[in-house]
């Protein structure tokens, strides 16, 4: 499995941004994704996640409500919308994959990363 994410830019406070996360040689749909970010000097942190088969969302107390996770199964792909941007949102943007329906919210259970995508809010 080959991961690939996009989408991350500098950006105001209070604006949107769509991050895109292509899962090139999933061979199975029981499997989930997840967003994780690392900012600076902090431990790599679960954002949201989502489950292949279902689509069951699951998300960071911090971003609930301003992000979403959706998919689209047909392109292998999986976004994450974030809207109302804040500067604490600041960080590289990852997307993992494991096989397994579980979304772990942390880091070690995910055997598959992409090469991360940088987003910066600006206050």
């Known amino acids: 499995v080959q991961l690939q994410a996009s989408g991350g830019g500098l950006v105001q406070a209070g604006d949107s941004l769509r991050l895109s996360c292509v899962a090139s040689?999933?061979?199975?749909?029981?499997?989930?994704t997840g967003w994780f970010r690392q900012a600076p000097g902090k431990e790599r942190e679960f954002v949201a996640g989502?489950?292949?088969?279902?689509?069951?969302?699951y998300y960071a107390d911090s971003v609930k409500g301003r992000f979403t996770i959706s998919k689209n199964s047909a392109k292998n792909t999986v976004y994450l919308q974030m809207n109302s941007l804040k500067p604490e949102d600041t960080a590289v943007y990852y997307c993992a994959l494991r096989y397994g329906s579980t979304v772990h919210r942390t880091a070690q259970w995910y055997g598959y990363w992409g090469q991360g995508t940088q987003v910066t809010v600006s206050s």
């Open positions: 989502i489950r292949w088969s279902g689509g069951n969302q």
């Open positions: 040689g999933r061979t199975s749909n029981d499997a989930a």
